[in-house]
């Protein structure tokens, strides 16, 4: 007899989206439950709309923020600290209170535009003096408590600042003039570029472009005290990536971690795949990483990483091996509590490859499979013929490219100042692991172009399942649901009344509550779609 299952999934949720020119939604959707069956698939997906006069979906109530004059909501930032989510656009910043984002007396504003020097500047260097140079706001972190920081592309000479958050408004010096920083190898020059930011413990980790040319693309580590630290151009660490996001995974905890291990920041992109030796220009997925101790070489790699290592990551096909090879997005789904090992890794992912240019996959990677690729074989690359070789001899000691570990302590190796020339000459040339880290699958769609990701672990009645939420380059979001190890798009919401990407998707599973104690728990998910 088939056992049923209730899992309590909701759509009691806010969804702030936010269309590429001008606009803000807050969607507010109704409670459902979602009852599946061991022996059963689900096969009916539900529609929705947030736009009036579609008779074949259910509507939905919108609430909606826009400012006349603005557009290019390039930045957002949902802020738990404060219950604010603060926008960055072209020239402007917005301070909006997710109790209800429409209300006028509950948003600040301010605005960070470009001296004309500059724009005469930018257009003299051969930019488009109406498209190219403003302040597109692509940096919106929080530092601390009490600080946000922020970045711009300044009319292709990037520019970065600090927000009070108190009085929403840049800090300025003993003289009244805006406390402005370098962004070059912070914040990109084009607005166009993809570029990620991250912040640690102070310290401004960022994926980017260093120069006005965009042909420089670097992994920088600014901020703090600490050395500001780059990867290395003229090894070709990078191969014109594009970047689609970072993440911070505190390995060192729970404390008294086994092997005294550091916590890493992990980097998403695509790049030129130089390892292949086709004939076109093959793209392949990458993960990277960087321990948070790296603080450079002594006389090997001063300023430059120590620890930066890539791997490839390859969704594809069981049967056939075609691979979705371009990377749109990735969710880093960690779990509750310190089991940093069980962190999976969710992308949305499309092909270069005629038949499939216009399909989408979900791929899930695991951080078994990431810990055993980053501790498993380098390659080498042959610098007369260019072709890459699995690297088979002994390795130098402590483990190329590996954070500063107990072992590594109690051989005098405090720091990677400490490490042995011959260690950092091997990871110079040895940055790409071997190991490609697999994953089939999880869904697949046809003539459907994914854009982003977020997911969401739910308790059901028996187990945890994950639920995603997936967007689309012609404006619509799929709920999916993983039941009897099978993914399932459960929901289909048009967002938009004409087709645009969704660029950006946040969500804030924290907000929960019950109608009555008996009830099962409401999630309130809050998103930002661009």
Known sequence: MDIRQFISITNKCHVLIKIHDSLCLNILGNYFYIKTFRKAHINVTRVSTMMKGLGHAKERSAKRFSVDGVSNYTSLLLSKEDDMLYVGAREALFALSLSDISKDKLQKNMTWGTPVGKREECSFKGKNLETDCFNYIKILLRLNSTHLYVCGTYAFSPICAYINTSTFSLERDDSGEVL?????????????YKSTAIIVDGELYAGTVSNFQGNEPVIYKSLGHGTALKTENSLNWLQDPVFVGSAYIEESQPTGNPVGDDDKIYFFFSEAGKEFDFFDNTI????????KGDKGGERVLQKKWTTFLKAQLLCSLPDDGFPFNIIQDMFVLKPMGDGWENTVFYGVFTSQYKGASGSSAVCAFTMAQVERAFSGRYREVNRESQQWYTYNH????????????????????????????????FVKDHFLMDSVIRSPPLLLKRNVRYTQIAVHKIQGMERAYDVLFIGTDDGKLHKAINTNDRMHIIEEM?????????????????????????????????????
């Open 180 to 192: 402005m920083e370098d962004g070059r190898s912070r914040c990109p020059f084009n607005p166009e």
């Open 284 to 291: 392949v997925s990458r993960i990277a990483r960087v321990c």
């Open 394 to 425: 002994p390795l130098p000691e402590p483990r190329p490219g590996a954070c500063v570990t107990s072992r590594a302590r109690q051989a005098g190796i405090q720091s990677s100042l400490h490490m042995p020339d011959k260690v950092l000459n």
């Open 494 to 530: 048009t967002l938009f009344a004409t087709p645009q990407p969704v660029q950006h998707i946040e969500l804030d599973p924290q907000r929960v509550r019950r109608p009555h104690p008996f009830s099962p728990p409401i999630l309130h998910y809050i998103f930002s779609i661009t």
